[in-house]
Nanobody, 123 residues
């Protein structure tokens, strides 16, 4: 059983910060990808940031680079997303994904997803 449980979402004003956490169980971080995705009502899911557990390589979507930082703690099997300088357009449900494949220097085909944590940014 692989389970992913997100936490840390909430409501903040523009310019504020949030730290999202994803607690994983049922496996250990090793030579695979984890990532954060988001989806706002009426919009398609967007990739926010991913990290390759085997090499510590990270990828950020263009619209979040410079504001967000993805990291993981292998000892605790926990993934994090530190979000600073939040904007109203960051409002969405944020999902944690795990067991992705590292292909072509990118993380793809994630096999497991969390239930999501809501992030709301007001102007």
């Amino acid at each position: 059983q692989v389970q992913l449980v997100e936490s840390g979402g909430g409501s903040v004003q523009a310019g504020g910060s949030l730290r999202l956490s994803c607690a994983a169980s049922g496996y250990t971080y090793s030579s695979s990808c984890m990532g954060w995705f988001r989806q706002a009502p009426g919009k398609e899911r967007e990739e926010v940031a991913t990290i390759y557990s085997g090499g510590g390589r990270t990828y950020y979507a263009e619209f979040v680079e410079g504001r967000f930082t993805i990291s993981q703690d292998n000892a605790k099997n926990t993934l994090y997303l530190q979000m600073n300088s939040l904007k109203p357009e960051d409002t969405a449900m944020y999902y944690c994904a795990a067991v992705g494949l590292w292909i072509g220097n990118r993380c793809v085909d994630f096999g497991y997803w969390g239930q999501g944590t809501q992030v709301t940014v007001s102007s």
